[in-house]
């Protein structure tokens, strides 16, 4: 099965910033493996639906929700089946649980369409004071 785990949540203040990691793994060497996924990062506050974030392909084509462009910037390792989110000038209206997401069907192409992408993380949880 395909597992995907974040990692980096936690405290900060308005200003700061975080790194969030997430990595895939996948015990099915019938599907495409790392290469053939498109990654995202979505967000989720209490009470709220859930947004995109950002959206990356393996060929480094990203796209950035309106809310965080020029402050948050993903990228991949393609030697450790890891994406990262880079979260800088982090404002109050950060807070929310941080999932990332991958999916093999229209990976070349980058997305903040959360329907897009088949397999989910759990999550981590940001949390950012004023």
């Known amino acids: 099965q395909v597992q995907l785990v974040e990692s980096g949540g936690g405290s900060v203040q308005s200003g700061g910033s975080l790194r969030l990691s997430c990595t895939l793994s996948?015990?099915?060497?019938?599907?495409?493996?790392?290469?053939?996924?498109?990654m995202g990062w979505f967000r989720q506050a209490p009470g709220k639906v859930r947004e995109g974030v950002a959206g990356i392909t393996q060929a480094g084509d990203s796209i950035y929700a309106d809310s965080v462009k020029g402050r948050f910037t993903a990228s991949l390792d393609n030697a450790r089946n890891a994406l990262y989110l880079q979260m800088n000038s982090l404002e109050s209206e950060d807070t929310a649980m941080y999932y990332c997401?991958?999916?093999?069907?229209?990976?070349?192409?980058?997305?903040?369409?959360?329907?897009?992408?088949?397999?989910w993380g759990p999550g981590t949880q940001v949390d950012v004071s004023s």
């Open positions: 996948d015990d099915n060497p019938r599907r495409p493996g790392w290469g053939g996924y498109r």
């Open positions: 997401a991958a999916d093999p069907y229209l990976w070349w192409q980058p997305s903040l369409r959360e329907n897009d992408f088949r397999y």
